[in-house]
């Protein structure tokens, strides 16, 4: 596992990175300390990792950007701060978790616990996914995705106007931090239920959803149980 | 304001009193002279010399002048004659004394009714002159009144000219003699309680409040006032000339004066802006008036009172519309009153009235100043809460006792170091938070404290190395200190030292405060968005109003690589 501190202040980014490899133990391949913002970015561009670890200084420089870059990148990002007036919105921008400062290791083992649990999900909303490509990161609200696509390391996002996005995260990342109504239907597919027509049999042993709008989507036999038990329990929203 | 709402009540009992003082006087008779009021020498028939023949109603004085220039002395003989007629009709009542009043006839003269002499007040042929009563009254007799035609002479001393310019000599005809002491007495009384109260609310306003405008009302109601008690006097008691030179020189001065300090008021009542500008003009009108044309017509710098009053309403001043109409009616009065020479001013009642609106408008304007001090307290109150949080904000603290966390296993010395400096800063901040002002060396010990922190946090080395500095000099707490942390936020990244420069030159009445530090290597053009309006210099600017209110001057930028921040303060 490849770790990435973003500190500005030395003996704290020391004592994160004592912390995590306490914590981590073995799991931990990497770990790398930069203070600045710049030196992140750099960073970012030339190593891929697993967590990035952000101070979220958000009254100093660059705060937003900072954040917006991080959780648009494939790795998962967890604060570490001492703003803890700024949690809530660090959370609908989709980050792991918020870790106040000062912390011990007992409150950083539940965090990365998070990371390692790939049945986790977010009990706080997302409101914005954020994408980075050429022109740029950009914030879309979560509201306007009707289902994803998992393809290697990304995700195709599918939005209600039949555009299409790129989220630089695989599909077992993003469903962790994705709202509740938000279920992963199938190994490579995640639909939101709120927007289901209808599912079934699809023949040769293949399930399918249909969506309001039209598409049919990759079904698992074991998620089309899943399923038939949620809409026995909530009939109204088919 | 329960205070006022009762002093008004009494005013308006004062206004009552007038009014019922004034019911009981007798109507009036069926008799009328050609003007009630025979006012003043002007028009007569006049002639210098002195023949016991010019009182005859006989005799004829077609050829004498007119009376129309009395002011100049225009021959050295020691007497001259007036004369002139009236036209009697109706009839008088057996009971009635009819009396012929002449005022502010300064010397001593007789009267003469149809050829009898009816009063004197001394002989008007003597050197030096005779001065005699100020109000003189005499008795017509009952039988020289005969409806028809009448004839009033006055046979007076030359030196009657030398008169107050202001007050012109007239006759007053009243059908009964008992008429003039029983009204005008009380409404005079009624009068000076009147302007007393006035006088000793507006001073113990200003004396309360320290508001400029209250003192000039005061003095204004003080200028208008004499002239009140001088006439209430007059008629109560029987005063020679002699004094009334002095207390005629009294009202000469405070009286025009009035109408100076009520321009004043409104100046400053209404804060206008230009206050000297104004000031200068309305004084230059006067002057002019008081020395060129005459002092009667001093009134006339009402009209610019009014003026000024009128931009007070169009520019929304509070309460403005009251002052406003209470002047329009005063200035009509006085003015038509006085200059336009109908005789008095109609009577008290505008006066009466704008007194009433302008103590409305004082004490609305009292009362919204209360609120402005809550107000001005409740800032106060949060500025000072925003003090304490600035540095026992969550994040500061957070941030350093984690610092503090990991430096117990890595170093312990930086550790007990860290923990004394954050102890020594909340004690200072503790100790100022609540003041005013603090001396600068306190504000550079908290500084030098916080750099101190802030070095064993970043990993750096902070330095402030203060120039020219006198150390009793006052300053906002938390000034610099809220500059400098600024400053560590946004110049230096980790492990970047850095130098802060603090200077304070004294120069002709004012001190210029220069903050100067070294900028880290790896900031670059783009990141001087950190010297940006930010929360810091919110609460700078903020402090600094409300200690020097004003006086006081802030810029900032980049010099030679450095940050600066250049606050001037004056008249310290």
Same mark, same amino acid.
């Given at each position: 596992?490849?770790? %990435?501190?973003?500190?500005?202040?030395?003996?704290?980014?020391?004592?994160?990175?004592?912390?995590?490899?306490?914590?981590?133990?073995?799991?931990?391949?990497?770990?790398?300390?930069?203070?600045?913002?710049?030196?992140?970015?750099?960073?970012?561009?030339?190593?891929?990792?697993?967590?990035?670890?952000?101070?979220?200084?958000?009254?100093?420089?660059?705060?937003?950007?900072?954040?917006?870059?991080?959780?648009?990148?494939?790795?998962?990002?967890?604060?570490?701060?001492?703003?803890?007036?700024?949690?809530?919105?660090?959370?609908?921008?989709?980050?792991?978790?918020?870790?106040?400062?000062?912390?011990?290791?007992?409150?950083?083992?539940?965090?990365?616990?998070?990371?390692?649990?790939?049945?986790?999900?977010?009990? %706080?909303?997302?409101?914005?996914?954020?994408?980075?490509?050429?022109?740029?990161?950009?914030?879309?609200?979560?509201?306007?995705?009707?289902?994803?696509?998992?393809?290697?390391?990304?995700?195709?996002?599918?939005?209600?106007?039949?555009?299409?996005?790129?989220?630089?995260?695989?599909?077992?990342?993003?469903?962790?931090?994705?709202?509740?109504?938000?279920?992963?239907?199938?190994?490579?597919?995640?639909?939101?239920?709120?927007?289901?027509?209808?599912?079934?049999?699809?023949?040769?042993?293949?399930?399918?959803?249909?969506?309001?709008?039209?598409?049919?989507?990759?079904?698992?036999?074991?998620?089309?149980?899943?399923?038939?038990?949620?809409?026995?329990?909530?009939?109204?929203?088919? | 304001?329960?205070?006022?709402?009762?002093?008004?009540?009494?005013?308006?009992?004062?206004?009552?009193?007038?009014?019922?003082?004034?019911?009981?006087?007798? $109507?009036?008779?069926?008799?009328?002279?050609?003007?009630?009021?025979?006012?003043?020498?002007?028009?007569?028939?006049?002639?210098?010399?002195?023949?016991?023949? /010019?009182?005859?109603?006989?005799?004829?004085?077609?050829? /004498?002048?007119?009376?129309?220039?009395?002011?100049?002395?225009?021959?050295?003989?020691?007497?001259?004659?007036? +004369?002139?007629?009236?036209?009697?009709?109706?009839?008088?009542?057996?009971?009635?004394?009819?009396?012929?009043?002449?005022?502010?006839?300064?010397?001593?003269?007789?009267?003469?009714?149809?050829?009898?002499?009816?009063?004197?007040?001394?002989? $008007?042929?003597?050197?030096?002159?005779?001065?005699?009563?100020?109000?003189?009254?005499?008795?017509?007799?009952?039988?020289?009144?005969? $409806?028809?035609?009448?004839?009033?002479?006055?046979?007076?001393?030359?030196?009657?000219?030398?008169?107050?310019?202001?007050?012109?000599? @007239?006759?007053?005809?009243?059908?009964?003699?008992?008429?003039?002491?029983?009204?005008?007495?009380?409404?005079?009384?009624?009068?000076?309680?009147?302007?007393?109260?006035?006088?000793?609310?507006?001073?113990?306003?200003?004396?309360?409040?320290?508001?400029?405008?209250?003192? #000039?009302?005061?003095?204004?109601?003080i200028g208008y006032g004499i002239f009140t008690l001088y006439i209430?006097?007059?008629?109560?008691?029987?005063?020679?000339?002699?004094?009334?030179?002095?207390? &005629?020189?009294?009202?000469?001065?405070?009286?025009?004066?009035?109408?100076?300090?009520?321009?004043?008021?409104?100046?400053?009542?209404?804060?206008?802006?230009?206050?000297?500008?104004?000031?200068?003009?309305?004084?230059?009108? #006067?002057? #002019?008036?008081?020395?060129?044309?005459?002092?009667?017509?001093?009134?006339?710098? &009402?009209? @610019?009172?009014?003026?000024?009053?009128? /931009?007070?309403?169009?520019?929304?001043?509070?309460?403005?519309?009251?002052?406003?109409?209470?002047?329009?009616?005063?200035?009509?009065?006085?003015?038509?009153?006085?200059?336009?020479?109908?005789?008095? !001013?109609?009577?008290? @009642?505008?006066?009466?009235?704008?007194?009433?609106?302008?103590?409305?408008?004082?004490?609305?304007?009292?009362?919204?100043?209360?609120?402005?001090?809550?107000?001005?307290?409740?800032?106060?109150? +949060?500025?000072?809460?925003? *003090?304490?949080?600035?540095?026992?904000?969550?994040?500061?603290?957070?941030?350093?006792? *984690?610092?503090?966390?990991?430096?117990?296993?890595?170093?312990?010395?930086?550790?007990?170091?860290?923990?004394?400096?954050?102890?020594?800063?909340?004690?200072?901040?503790?100790?100022?938070? !609540?003041?005013?002002?603090?001396?600068?060396?306190?504000?550079?010990?908290?500084?030098?404290?916080?750099?101190?922190?802030?070095?064993?946090?970043?990993?750096?080395?902070?330095?402030?190395?203060?120039?020219?500095?006198?150390n009793a000099a006052m300053v906002p707490p938390m000034l610099f200190?809220?500059?400098?942390?600024?400053?560590?936020?946004?110049?230096?990244?980790? @492990?970047? !030292?850095?130098?802060?420069?603090? !200077?304070?030159?004294?120069?002709?009445?004012?001190?210029?405060?220069?903050?100067?530090?070294?900028?880290?290597?790896?900031?670059?053009?783009?990141?001087?968005?950190?010297?940006?309006?930010?929360?810091?210099?919110?609460?700078?600017?903020?402090?600094?109003?409300?200690?020097?209110?004003?006086?006081?001057?802030?810029?900032?930028?980049?010099?030679?690589?450095?940050?600066?921040?250049?606050?001037?303060? +004056?008249?310290?």
């Open positions: 596992m490849k770790v %990435l501190i973003i500190e500005d202040e030395p003996p704290i980014a020391d004592f994160i990175e004592e912390t995590a490899q306490q914590v981590l133990g073995s799991e931990l391949t990497s770990i790398s300390k930069v203070h600045t913002v710049e030196r992140a970015l750099l960073f970012l561009s030339e190593h891929s990792i697993d967590v990035c670890l952000l101070d979220l200084n958000l009254n100093g420089k660059d705060g937003y950007d900072l954040l917006q870059h991080s959780v648009a990148g494939s790795f998962h990002t967890i604060i570490i701060s001492a703003y803890t007036d700024q949690a809530v919105h660090a959370f609908e921008y989709g980050v792991l978790d918020f870790v106040p400062k000062p912390f011990d290791a007992e409150r950083l083992q539940k965090a990365f616990d998070r990371y390692f649990n790939l049945s986790y999900r977010h009990d %706080l909303a997302i409101r914005y996914l954020t994408v980075k490509d050429q022109n740029g990161i950009r914030v879309l609200d979560v509201n306007r995705f009707k289902y994803f696509m998992g393809a290697d390391n990304y995700v195709e996002g599918y939005m209600m106007d039949g555009h299409m996005e790129l989220l630089d995260k695989p599909i077992y990342r993003l469903i962790q931090i994705l709202p509740h109504r938000f279920v992963q239907i199938h190994r490579s597919c995640i639909a939101d239920i709120e927007h289901v027509k209808s599912f079934g049999h699809a023949g040769q042993g293949k399930y399918t959803l249909t969506l309001d709008s039209g598409e049919i989507l990759p079904l698992s036999r074991s998620k089309y149980k899943d399923l038939q038990k949620h809409f026995e329990v909530n009939p109204d929203i088919l | 304001m329960k205070k006022h709402v009762f002093i008004y009540f009494f005013v308006v009992l004062v206004l009552f009193s007038e009014l019922i003082g004034q019911d009981t006087v007798l $109507p009036p008779y069926e008799i009328s002279l050609e003007n009630k009021i025979i006012y003043p020498l002007a028009g007569w028939k006049f002639k210098a010399g002195d023949e016991q023949e /010019w009182a005859d109603p006989a005799y004829n004085d077609s050829l /004498w002048q007119q009376s129309k220039d009395i002011k100049k002395k225009n021959t050295e003989l020691p007497v001259v004659w007036f +004369r002139k007629k009236f036209n009697i009709t109706g009839s008088v009542d057996q009971t009635d004394m009819p009396i012929i009043t002449a005022i502010q006839l300064a010397k001593a003269f007789q009267i003469y009714w149809d050829g009898q002499l009816i009063g004197t007040n001394g002989d $008007p042929d003597t050197t030096p002159p005779q001065y005699g009563d100020m109000i003189k009254s005499c008795i017509i007799p009952q039988n020289l009144l005969e $409806p028809g035609e009448h004839l009033l002479a006055v046979r007076v001393n030359n030196d009657f000219q030398k008169i107050y310019k202001r007050y012109r000599i @007239y006759f007053t005809f009243e059908n009964n003699m008992k008429n003039i002491r029983g009204k005008t007495i009380p409404v005079y009384h009624f009068k000076n309680g009147f302007e007393l109260l006035a006088i000793m609310l507006s001073l113990a306003l200003f004396i309360g409040t320290r508001h400029t405008s209250y003192f #000039f009302f005061g003095m204004h109601r209430y006097l007059l008629y109560s008691y029987p005063i020679s000339m002699k004094y009334n030179d002095l207390m &005629m020189g009294f009202v000469q001065v405070f009286d025009p004066l009035s109408y100076v300090f009520l321009g004043l008021f409104v100046l400053y009542f209404f804060d206008i802006p230009r206050k000297k500008l104004h000031l200068l003009l309305q004084l230059a009108v #006067f002057i #002019f008036i008081y020395v060129f044309v005459a002092i009667r017509y001093t009134p006339i710098v &009402m009209f @610019y009172t009014l003026a000024l009053s009128l /931009w007070a309403v169009i520019n929304k001043r509070p309460s403005s519309i009251l002052v406003f109409i209470g002047l329009l009616l005063v200035t009509l009065d006085f003015n038509i009153g006085f200059v336009m020479q109908l005789g008095f !001013s109609t009577g008290f @009642y505008p006066d009466f009235i704008f007194v009433f609106l302008a103590l409305l408008s004082i004490s609305r304007q009292v009362s919204r100043q209360e609120k402005e001090l809550q107000h001005v307290q409740l800032h106060n109150a +949060r500025l000072e809460a925003d *003090l304490l949080k600035k540095n026992i904000q969550p994040h500061f603290l957070m941030n350093t006792l *984690l610092t503090i966390i990991s430096l117990i296993k890595t170093h312990p010395e930086k550790a007990i170091e860290l923990i004394r400096a954050l102890a020594d800063e909340f004690r200072i901040i503790n100790k100022i938070s !609540s003041e005013r002002t603090i001396r600068i060396d306190k504000e550079v010990e908290l500084c030098q404290r916080h750099l101190q922190i802030m070095g064993l946090r970043k990993s750096a080395h902070y330095e402030l190395i203060v120039d020219d500095l006198d200190h809220t500059l400098i942390e600024n400053g560590i936020t946004h110049a230096y990244e980790a @492990y970047e !030292s850095g130098t802060f420069y603090l !200077s304070g030159k004294k120069e002709n009445g004012y001190t210029r405060y220069t903050l100067k530090n070294t900028v880290g290597n790896e900031h670059t053009a783009d990141d001087d968005k950190g010297l940006e309006e930010g929360m810091g210099l919110k609460y700078v600017r903020a402090r600094l109003e409300e200690s020097f209110s004003g006086k006081w001057g802030l810029d900032y930028g980049r010099e030679n690589g450095n940050w600066y921040v250049n606050i001037e303060l +004056r008249g310290e």
